[in-house]
């Protein structure tokens, strides 16, 4: 207990004894020692919460104009960003926003990659992360969904029907989830209500699991050593500065470069050349004409490439799935003895290279027609994309752990 | 039991006694769980509404020329509805080799359109306009010849999401990220120019 609770008088005691505030502080903030080398990756924690924040706040206001529905969606919008004083900005921020928060969390993700904080005692840490992603995901599509534009109304007939490749089930399960034989009022108004209320929930949880369970194992850093184990006389790590004030000010840089480049794209390019807005959905849905080239937002890309590199249908929307679950399993894939890429051998460095590159070429290959070049080029990436993932056992194992520093490598600015 | 205070000595746990009553408790409590979960999911099936927009659909075809197709809608899908001409038919048996599923055995058409045309009556197909892939429009390239689908294109139909090609009877070219030919929906002819889509014909006419 800190001796402001057991001080004497005062609001802040009589509250403290009713609620813990100072001790919550403490406990999150002033007393939770984070590594001092983190580097420019670490930023990207603190920004997907905020763009958390700013999804959610963004959102409450976009859903005061929306109408869900299939004859009210398209016009509802319309209505928001022309005609309500700044909904044009506020509707912008959301939807660019999507997209941001897509790259701040691959870049979170990448960081794990690197340094190995998928690795014990980060286990659960890391599920729970893979878990945000997930919900992230069905959040984002529902959310591209509901506008019913040409391209969320394609967009979900396609994702929809991969459910229909379920053995048995399938078709039944299809028509359950759209409540209809075709896309139409039921879904659109129960994606909406997910989207709106469901899934929010469902991150908010998450997102409070993750932190305490970040809270309870310590944040990894570049060096992949465990600061908690070489303490200074105090109980403290010797390695470790508290969170508050020198992360919460580092983070606050951070923010500011970062909220920066998200303004210059919201302001001057909030389409980022049809990649965040794709141009047939600034038409209604239409039944008659598919637009010529389907594609997802960029952030499912990579997993759309796999989807049509494969030439069958239930394989392939299969191998989809696998390439999103195997994330999961990477605590218990990668045996090496050090987390961090730092200091692994040669053969982990291109292994890790090969993987980064695979998932980029197939974001990229997604994004083209199904021409069969590109079709030829998204099946070698789908080989090399889980090669990663059969052979990182054996080359985590076999490949030549360096010797690993005592302490962290830090350089005072 | 007369007397609480004197009686300070814990009886016995019944281990075995209590292990029961918490799985019954757990038991009774997942049942009624599952039991609760039922409306909430039952809530998402197509309500009466939407039931009834799936009813039959009629389609005029006195006026479809051959080698035209025209298109409807039926359970919000589209139902492209092709008059094949005596040579469109004729290719059809031409490329039995590069198909998936030739013979149809694997794919989903009524008992009266599982022969070498897929037709009830050979020069009127009739087919759901979605990709068994993935539900998308296949577009019709009728052509013969298109080398812009493929190298000897006997004509057919060309889905451009994802590049699953099928012949004038709907089935699908190996090569295809579909599976299965195209579907077939249940349908019938009430009279020579009349074509209904969601009614099976009567026993007597169906026996083609």
């Not at chain 1, 879904?187 to 993750?210: D, K, T």
């Amino acid at each position: 207990m800190s001796a402001v609770i057991e001080g004497k008088g005062g609001f802040r005691t009589w509250l403290n004894k009713r609620l813990p505030v100072d001790q919550f502080v403490e406990d999150q903030l002033t007393g939770y020692y984070a590594p001092k080398n983190f580097n420019i990756w670490y930023f990207f924690g603190s920004l997907a919460l905020l763009m958390f924040v700013l999804q959610i706040v963004t959102g409450i206001f976009v859903t005061m104009h929306f109408k869900p529905g299939w004859e009210s969606a398209w016009p509802s919008l319309q209505v928001m960003v022309r005609e309500v004083p700044y909904m044009w900005l506020i509707q912008g921020l959301h939807v660019v926003g999507a997209s941001f928060f897509f790259i701040v969390v691959y870049l979170h993700m990448a960081r794990a990659f690197l340094y190995g904080s998928y690795k014990a005692p980060r286990e659960v840490l890391w599920v729970i992360g893979m878990l945000i992603y997930l919900a992230l995901m069905a959040e984002a599509f529902m959310g591209y969904v509901l506008p019913n534009g040409n391209m969320s109304f394609w967009g979900a007939q396609v994702i929809i029907n991969l459910f229909g490749t379920i053995p048995g089930i399938g078709p039944d399960l299809v028509e359950w989830i759209r409540g209809d034989y075709g896309i139409g009022d039921a879904l659109l108004n129960r994606f909406f209500s997910l989207h709106v209320v469901a899934l929010p929930l469902v991150l908010l949880l998450l997102i409070g699991l993750h932190l305490v369970a970040l809270r309870q194992v310590g944040s990894n850093n570049p060096d992949g050593i465990e600061i908690k184990e070489k303490l200074g006389k105090d109980g403290k790590p010797l390695d470790g500065i508290p969170f508050h004030p020198y992360y919460t000010l580092k983070d606050i840089v951070g923010v500011g470069l970062f909220l920066t480049v998200f303004a210059i794209v919201v302001f001057f390019m909030p389409t980022f050349f049809g990649l965040f807005q794709e141009s047939p959905n600034f038409e209604p849905a239409s039944l008659v004409s598919t637009p010529d080239h389907i594609k997802p937002v960029w952030y499912f890309t990579a997993y759309y490439a796999i989807l049509r590199a494969i030439p069958d249908q239930r394989l392939g929307a299969l191998l989809m799935a696998l390439a999103v679950a195997a994330f999961m399993f990477m605590p218990w894939l990668d045996r090496g003895k050090n987390k961090s890429i730092r200091y692994r051998g040669i053969a982990s460095k291109l292994l890790l290279a090969m993987f980064f590159i695979s998932f980029l070429l197939l974001m990229w290959l997604g994004l083209q027609p199904a021409e069969p070049l590109y079709v030829f080029m998204a099946r070698v990436c789908t080989v090399t994309y889980f090669a990663f993932f059969i052979l990182l056992p054996f080359v985590s194992k076999a490949d030549s752990n360096g010797p690993v520093p005592e302490r962290v490598i830090y350089h005072a600015h | 039991m007369s007397d609480h205070a004197a009686d300070d000595t814990v009886p016995e746990v019944d281990e075995s006694r209590r292990k029961f009553l918490i799985a019954a408790t757990a038991a009774t409590g997942a049942v009624g769980a599952v039991l609760t979960a039922v409306p909430f999911v039952a809530s998402w099936k197509p309500s009466e509404s939407a039931r009834a927009a799936g009813l039959p659909t009629e389609i005029d075809l006195s006026r479809l020329e051959p080698g035209q197709m025209i298109t409807s809608f039926w359970r919000k899908q589209q139902i492209y509805v092709v008059r094949r001409t005596p040579d469109m038919l004729a290719s059809l048996p031409s490329h039995d080799g590069e198909l998936k599923d030739p013979e149809s055995k694997d794919s989903d058409q009524p008992a009266y359109a599982r022969n070498a045309q897929r037709a009830l009556r050979a020069e009127v197909l009739v087919l759901i306009g979605t990709c068994t892939h993935l539900g998308c429009l296949p577009k019709q390239r009728f052509t013969p010849n298109d080398a812009t689908v493929m190298a000897h294109w006997p004509g057919g139909f060309f889905c451009p999401c994802h590049g699953s090609k099928f012949d004038l009877a709907g089935r699908v070219f190996k090569g295809s990220p579909a599976s299965v030919n195209l579907r077939i929906p249940p349908y019938s002819f009430p009279s020579a120019d009349k074509l209904v889509i969601g009614v099976d014909p009567v026993a007597e006419k169906g026996a083609a």
